[in-house]
């Protein structure tokens, strides 16, 4: 058996989060956009892409964006949604692209770290992404807010989506959320498993600074609200790079 995100993000996966379409990435990133300094049209790498939501609305802004996701059937997905747009897609693993003072702005949206069972697995995701930024450049950094989610989980629910049925089931196990997920029609049923490790500001923000990703801003929303440990939904760092301090 493989790795949870190796399974998981397959064709199933575009049924359950079909409300992650392209209004929902619109909300989710016009007003944090607004917060990047860029001058004019930038390159920007959307790590963990997806479907390509938010590359296309990056890319509908003129800017040069690459996405970079692991599942061939969300790439391929992407791809089939921006045959307008002209956005480059290639399939990687996060902790082994290989970009070095490439982009202008980094971005990896919508809960798209803590995947791996190790800190030091989830923290090599953040030295690609300082290697791939130019110097001065921007990482756009959003994830869950794990008081928020202990104290608003809702262990259950369930949805039908035409001849499925699909139940989600949701409890924080050590230092993980997990979610199972069963899917169901009259004659089979699947079953697929997200578990994201929950990391709170402070370890975020010290993980970010030890690889030279200085927190210039920090959000509580996709408003561009203020962040509040117990009632913000969302932690999303604006970064900066900097130079990294090395000690002989």
């Known amino acids: 058996m493989g790795c949870w995100y190796e399974e998981h993000f397959q064709q199933d996966y575009l049924l359950i989060y079909k409300h992650r379409n392209e209004q929902q990435a619109q ?3 016009e007003s944090l956009w607004k917060h990047i300094p860029l001058d004019g049209k930038g390159k920007i790498l959307d790590l963990c892409c997806g479907s390509g939501r938010h590359s296309r609305w990056l890319a509908n802004r003129s800017h040069q964006v690459t996405g970079i996701d692991l599942s061939l059937v969300l790439l391929e997905e992407a791809r089939k949604a921006s045959e307008k747009e ?15 003072e490439e982009f202008d702005v980094v971005v990896n949206l919508f809960t798209s770290f803590g995947y791996f069972d190790e800190d030091e697995e989830n923290e090599k995701v953040l030295k690609k992404v300082y290697e791939a930024l130019v ?13 928020f989610l202990k104290s608003n989980l809702i262990p259950f629910t369930t949805f039908s989506e035409g001849d499925l049925i699909i139940n989600q089931y949701r409890k924080v196990e050590g ?26 500001y402070q370890v975020l923000r010290s993980m970010l600074e030890r690889n030279g990703l200085q927190p210039i801003q920090v959000f509580g929303d996709y408003e561009g609200g ?23």
């Open 175 to 200: 230092d993980c959320i997990v979610k199972r997920i069963n899917v169901k029609d009259a004659f089979s049923q699947r079953t697929y498993e997200e578990r994201v490790k929950l990391y709170s």
């Open 226 to 248: 203020s962040l509040c440990e117990n009632n913000s939904p969302r932690t999303i760092f604006l970064c900066k790079k900097e130079p990294k301090e090395w000690t002989g």
């Open 27 to 29: 909300l989710e990133l």
């Open 135 to 147: 110097p001065g450049g921007y990482f756009l950094f959003d994830f869950l807010n794990p008081s």
């Open 86 to 100: 002209a956005i480059v897609y290639e399939r990687a693993d996060m902790r082994e692209i290989a970009y070095k």
